[in-house]
């Protein structure tokens, strides 16, 4: 259940997982089943309007005692076969097989909620820290299972889930206006003169131009310090990684090909062009030497 999970909804991740062994990959279908669960019970079921905050809060709140039953080991057997009752079975298989911390998966759940109460922010530590709780925390949580050798490698996984997160922002700027939200900071939106009106609205002016540029080189940037951390992990998941980087980068590229304009369609790579980019991504993977501590 967990692997159709994230076929359907995280078809480039499902795609990299591929080049992985099978107890880390199904591992990392656990991880990702679960973010999505809990992604869609506070988002797409406050969007449909049938939960309330106060309810999604109480949703998560149970989430974590689950957690905390898996993490004590003491997970009864589940007698339904619901998609809840299979990712905490995943979870608890994972942990027999990879030390996650516990206090990571309660970061992701923080992260979901902020989506229930903030429409804005202000600054870009404002934005950093939503990006790191919703996606670099996934990057921490999957370090583990493809393992490292040595802890530098953390940091450069916090970084590219901040480019990959805000490659999600850069490229969903129309869809997310059309919910009435800017994740784009106010402060940036005031350096360059741009109004919420212009994104609400979806007018592609210079400034938003100018706007939408500086977030594809804060994006390049951070895919490019998270880069020597891809060396550090186990070779058998190098390969992975490198696609994950070069495929979501690759949607920031499709931005600069549409001249910034990210009201003109959604930025998107095809299957295609990620079958070509195996061979370059195992040969690179193949050339790293292996980083000690």
Same mark, same amino acid.
């Given at each position: 259940? /967990?692997?159709?999970?994230?076929?359907?909804?995280?078809?480039?991740?499902?795609?990299?997982?591929?080049?992985?062994?099978?107890?880390?990959?199904?591992? /990392?279908?656990?991880?990702?089943?679960? /973010?999505?669960?809990?992604?869609?019970?506070?988002?797409?079921?406050?969007?449909? $309007?049938?939960?309330?905050?106060?309810?999604?809060?109480?949703?998560?709140?149970?989430?974590?005692?689950?957690?905390?039953?898996?993490?004590? !080991?003491?997970?009864?057997?589940?007698?339904?076969?619901?998609? !809840?009752?299979?990712?905490?079975?995943?979870?608890?298989?994972?942990?027999?097989?990879?030390?996650?911390?516990?206090?990571?998966?309660?970061?992701?759940?923080?992260?979901?909620?902020?989506?229930?109460?903030?429409?804005?922010?202000?600054?870009?530590?404002?934005?950093?820290?939503? /990006?790191?709780?919703?996606?670099?925390?996934?990057?921490?949580?999957?370090?583990?299972?493809?393992?490292?050798?040595?802890?530098?490698?953390?940091?450069?996984?916090?970084?590219? $889930?901040?480019?990959?997160?805000?490659?999600?922002?850069?490229?969903?700027? $129309? +869809?997310?206006?059309?919910?009435?939200?800017?994740?784009?900071?106010? +402060?940036?939106?005031?350096?360059?003169?741009?109004? +919420?009106?212009?994104?609400?609205?979806?007018?592609?002016?210079?400034?938003?131009?100018?706007?939408?540029?500086?977030?594809?080189?804060?994006?390049?940037?951070?895919?490019?310090?998270?880069?020597? $951390?891809?060396?550090?992990?186990?070779?058998? *998941?190098?390969?992975?990684?490198?696609?994950? *980087?070069?495929?979501?980068?690759?949607?920031? !590229?499709?931005?600069?090909?549409?001249?910034?304009?990210?009201?003109?369609?959604?930025?998107?790579? *095809?299957?295609?062009?990620?079958?070509?980019?195996?061979? *370059?991504?195992?040969?690179?993977?193949?050339?790293?030497?292996?980083?000690?501590?």
């Amino acid at each position: 259940m /967990c692997r159709k999970v994230t076929y359907i909804h995280a078809k480039t991740f499902y795609f990299a997982s591929r080049f992985i062994p099978l107890d880390k990959r199904n591992a /990392c279908y656990a991880v990702y089943a679960f /973010c999505r669960y809990v992604d869609d019970l506070v988002d797409v079921a406050m969007e449909q $309007g049938n939960v309330t905050r106060e309810d999604a809060v109480r949703l998560v709140s149970q989430w974590k005692a689950d957690l905390d039953s898996v993490y004590a !080991r003491s997970l009864t057997t589940i007698p339904d076969a619901t998609e !809840r009752s299979a990712i905490l079975l995943a979870w608890d298989d994972t942990l027999t097989r990879f030390h996650i911390p516990r206090g990571l998966p309660d970061e992701l759940i923080e992260g979901v909620l902020m989506d229930t109460s903030i429409t804005r922010f202000d600054s870009f530590d404002d934005l950093w820290t939503y /990006c790191y709780k919703v996606a670099s925390v996934v990057g921490l949580m999957t370090s583990e299972i493809f393992g490292y050798s040595c802890k530098a490698a953390l940091p450069r996984a916090v970084d590219l $889930g901040i480019a990959m997160q805000l490659t999600n922002i850069i490229r969903d700027v $129309g +869809e997310d206006a059309q919910r009435g939200r800017i994740y784009l900071p106010l +402060e940036d939106l005031d350096r360059y003169d741009v109004s +919420e009106d212009d994104i609400l609205s979806r007018r592609f002016t210079p400034n938003v131009r100018a706007l939408i540029r500086s977030y594809v080189e804060r994006a390049h940037e951070y895919y490019e310090a998270a880069e020597p $951390g891809i060396a550090m992990l186990s070779s058998d *998941s190098r390969i992975t990684v490198l696609l994950m *980087s070069r495929n979501y980068r690759r949607i920031v !590229r499709v931005v600069e090909s549409m001249d910034y304009n990210v009201f003109l369609r959604r930025a998107s790579t *095809s299957m295609y062009e990620k079958i070509l980019a195996i061979p *370059s991504a195992y040969l690179e993977s193949r050339r790293m030497p292996r980083v000690h501590s």
